[in-house]
């Protein structure tokens, strides 16, 4: 199949369709509406399920229970809606259910704004959530990318039984860009069993159970103490990035989905005007690719982060930096869009 | 090459499909292309635009602030665009609703009569095409073939009998329009 042209939200839930989704479950908030309205539309048609909840509540809650059944489930929302699905979230880290979540986010805090924003940053590698735990966090900076990591998301979700969020921001929902769906059906990973799915007792010796409650203390450690070693290989495998013009970079740029399309357009504005930029843009934001700025830092003057928000990805930049050179930082927030103009003052302050 | 387009105009005048247009085209022509719909809390009869990029590049920033190609379909967007046009770009003004009392010197000004070419032809609702057959036949950011071609796609088997009168509106906007 050719090319086609989608918007960043109808192409992930089909993306999400191609990947064996067949479950959703939702509750609509602008600016991700196409995800649930495509799902609706789509989701009778290949004998899937699609159901509008009555909350953000219940529809991560039904995510848990679909999933926990060995279904492939998604739910999406935008940053309000997100913040009410924390408590699934984190009962489904804790019973290690695996599941996809997509978020659009939109200028924060409460209700904010609807334009996007990356000021979810914090709870999504953080975890907005209580315990200890963490999320597989994808940020696409393109339409293409999207429906890639859309794919890889639910592999990723099922190899580790963890939940994968995809953040993206209100243009990578509206955006409409050329999409190639086939590509992506080449890039699925083979089915992994799940023997620890609630199926029924015809194929089990004995009763599974999905459940996150372990009233003993040493019990309870003992399931921390696994979790963190399965977060520890996923920090050594999942972690990626893309660098654009690194090799002779004396300032560097971090910024992480839509801000690093805008990030490439100021760098190479830089470059015109004699300013040796580069750019280092997280695929991952959790785990974070730190291994890519310790490197940054020992060669370059200086990093400066760009994120749509007050300042977040940045702390993790600090701790890749480690003082070994100085970290500046622009940022936009509330739903406004930095400009590759801004972007190359900031670049020229950062400089001097 | 790169253009970056803005197309604003009222809700209904059909300026997210003008662009929606350019972008299949461009696409379909070999190029990256990305279009980004302003999603504010519109309501009917309100404002609507969209940022189109065609690039022989890969695009970075999809949101166009500085327009190559500036389309304006009423009086808001005119005031509003006039000043943020590229030195040296081009701007489309619908003349059946736009009556402009300032022009710029450093840029191309057309005046498209969108709603008279759209009534010679016999469908008012093809005003928004009198406007894409202008522009891609003054700026070559598509070839009109590639936009007829897209057009048809978003019509569908169930209005390909409406193609004849769009694509007579498009030539005949080619016609019509008037560099200031």
Redesign the interface.
């Known amino acids: 199949m050719a090319k086609v042209l989608m918007k960043g939200n109808e192409a992930i839930a089909e993306a999400a369709i191609t990947a064996g989704c067949r479950h959703y479950f939702g509750y609509p908030i602008t600016p991700q509406n196409e995800i649930p309205e495509y799902m609706a539309r789509r989701m009778p048609q290949v004998n899937g399920t699609f159901v509008q909840a009555e909350s953000e509540i219940a529809a991560i809650n039904m995510v848990y229970g679909a999933a926990g059944a060995g279904a492939r489930v998604m739910t999406s929302s935008s940053s309000p809606g997100i913040s009410l699905k924390q408590e699934g979230l984190s009962y489904i880290a804790g019973a290690e259910i695996p599941c996809v979540v997509v978020n659009m986010v939109r200028g924060g805090p409460g209700l904010g704004s609807i334009q996007p924003a990356q000021s979810d940053y914090y709870q999504a590698t953080r975890g907005g959530g209580h315990g200890d735990y963490r999320m597989i966090v994808l940020t696409p900076a393109s339409v293409q990318e999207a429906v890639e990591m859309t794919v890889q998301a639910f592999d990723l979700a099922d190899k580790y039984r963890m939940t994968v969020m995809l953040l993206g921001d209100g243009m990578i929902g509206q955006i409409m860009e050329p999409v190639d769906l086939d590509a992506v059906k080449t890039l699925m990973a083979p089915a992994v069993e799940k023997p620890w799915a609630t199926t029924g007792m015809k194929n089990h010796p004995g009763r599974n159970v999905v459940n996150s409650l372990y009233i003993q203390p040493d019990v309870l450690e003992k399931v921390n103490e696994r979790l963190e070693a399965k977060y520890r290989e996923v920090e050594r495998e999942v972690a990626a990035h893309e660098e654009m013009m690194m090799e002779d970079a004396q300032i560097v740029l971090a910024a992480f989905g839509t801000t690093a399309r805008i990030c490439k357009s100021a760098v190479r504005m830089a470059r015109a005007k004699g300013i040796k930029a580069g750019l280092i843009r997280p695929k991952t934001v959790w785990p974070f690719p730190y291994a890519a700025f310790e490197k940054a830092a020992e060669q370059a003057q200086s990093i400066l982060c760009v994120e749509m928000n007050m300042g977040q990805m940045i702390d993790d930049v600090r701790i890749a930096a480690a003082g070994r050179c100085p970290v500046s930082f622009y940022g936009r927030s509330g739903g406004m869009v930095p400009t590759p103009e801004e972007i190359v003052a900031a670049i020229e302050k950062a400089v001097k | 090459m790169e253009h970056r387009i803005i197309v604003a105009g009222f809700g209904g005048q059909g300026v997210l499909l003008i662009g929606?247009l350019i972008?299949?085209a461009g696409?379909e022509e070999g190029n990256?292309?990305?279009?980004?719909?302003s999603?504010?809390?519109e309501m009917r009869g309100g404002t609507a635009s969209c940022s189109v990029t065609v690039s022989d590049d890969?695009?970075?920033?999809?949101?166009v602030?500085q327009p190559d190609i500036c389309i304006v379909m009423n009086q808001p967007s005119l005031d509003k665009y006039l000043d943020a046009v590229q030195p040296g770009g081009k701007l489309f003004i619908n003349s059946s609703l736009i009556k402009p009392t300032r022009y710029r010197d450093d840029i191309e000004t057309y005046l498209v009569p969108t709603s008279e070419v759209a009534q010679e032809v016999g469908n008012l609702r093809t005003a928004n095409m009198v406007m894409l057959g202008a522009v891609a036949a003054i700026t070559g950011v598509v070839k009109t073939e590639s936009a007829v071609a897209a057009l048809r796609e978003a019509f569908g088997e169930r209005r390909a009998h409406l193609i004849p009168v769009n694509e007579k509106a498009m030539a005949l906007g080619a016609e019509r329009t008037e560099k200031v």
């Open positions: 929606n972008c299949h696409m990256n292309v990305a279009w980004l719909p999603y504010g809390p890969e695009i970075g920033s999809p949101i602030t």
